[in-house]
């Protein structure tokens, strides 16, 4: 069986709920800043995203200090001597199991709880406050958004763009205590990274995505319906969040257990998933696991507003309604997307950056 070439992170099951009946959908380019219909096969993908090179791989095995030098020079051995034929198997299963991991194991039970959720919907009569899922799908999905939010290009890019720019940071502080002149970034140093897909898979196939779940399942859930004649919007990175609370730095606290923190994701045109953290958002106690009615159109636009700001190029739309997306160009000019880095923080005498 050969490779799979397109890779995708965000699921092509979940993007169909956004398209027409030929599997397209509108698509607007941050990049290019182009309005486009396209198949959703060609959309949140990318060639290879997630395939590891072999070499690579073989290479990590034999840096583990735990691995002794004897089974080192073993595993090299075996691999030599193995048939070509089933060695090139073994390397493609080994290169592609990431991809392997979310097709086989996490999509499937994804599509199959957010269609729980979208059925229960459109099967009853009267949807509005009656239960739209479990504790128990709850804590399955948790996990599941977990790998969602981990798997997503945005995450990669921005997880390597704070690791650089905080090795930065470092690098600025440590020469300023030598020289009272150093003029921040005349230092440049960029750190030694593995393959970013090596990094990125040990970083899914590690406990991270879990806690992230932990933090998700504590929240209060409900599930937001459109009532307006406005389409959610998704985009290549659709699980969004924001703030609702100062963190202890006077900055706006963004971690997925942050007091205030408020977590969207929308499930079609018409439905969205909430998330919002219990001590701040006190108010969504009595609408926890139902559905709510959302009849402002600003709720609408508020929660489209975070997929336009918070996707990493693409913003996807049933239809060819990209009004929101006008208005922010004529407010911010161009929403190509921007490096991720530290901002500098106040701490009395101390600056961090």
Known sequence: MGKVKNQHYVPHSYLKYFANKKEQVWV????????????????????????????QILDSLLKIDSISDD?????????????????????????????????QKVEGNFKKFLDNIRSRYTMRPSPLFSQAFTNEERAHLSVLLGFQIVRSKEFRESYFEMKESMTQSIVDMV?????????????????????????HANLIQS???????????????FVGINQTELPFYTSDNPIVKYAHKEDSFG??????????IEVAFPLSNKLILVLAEKSVHRHYKDLDKLYVPF????????????????????????????KL?????????????????LEPVSLGDIKIK
């Not at 949140?44 to 997630?50: D, K, L, P, Q, V």
């Not at 090139?88 to 290169?95: L, P």
């Not at 009849?295 to 990209?322: A, G, K, M, P």
């Open 28 to 55: 607007y380019d941050k990049q290019t800043d182009k309005k486009f219909i396209s198949n959703i096969d060609s959309v949140a993908s990318e060639r290879y995203f997630y395939d590891v090179h072999f070499d």
């Open 71 to 103: 089974d080192k020079e073993e595993l090299k051995r075996i691999l030599d001597e193995t048939d070509y034929s089933s060695s090139e198997e073994a390397k493609k299963s080994m290169e592609q199991s990431i991809e392997s991991f979310f097709s």
């Open 175 to 199: 020469a300023s205590s030598y020289d009272e002149n150093y003029e921040k970034g005349s230092i440049v140093f960029r750190p030694r990274l593995e393959s970013k897909p090596l990094e």
């Open 207 to 221: 406990e991270f995505p879990f806690k992230i779940a932990e933090a998700l399942s504590s929240h209060y859930w």
């Open 251 to 260: 900055g706006m606290g963004f971690g997925y257990a942050s007091p205030g």
């Open 295 to 322: 009849t402002d159109r600003e709720n609408i636009i508020y929660y489209n507003s975070l997929q336009v700001i918070q996707s990493n190029r693409q913003v996807y739309c049933h239809d060819n309604n990209f």
């Open 325 to 341: 997306v006008e208005k922010f160009k004529k407010r911010d000019g161009s929403l190509a997307r921007k490096k991720v880095k």
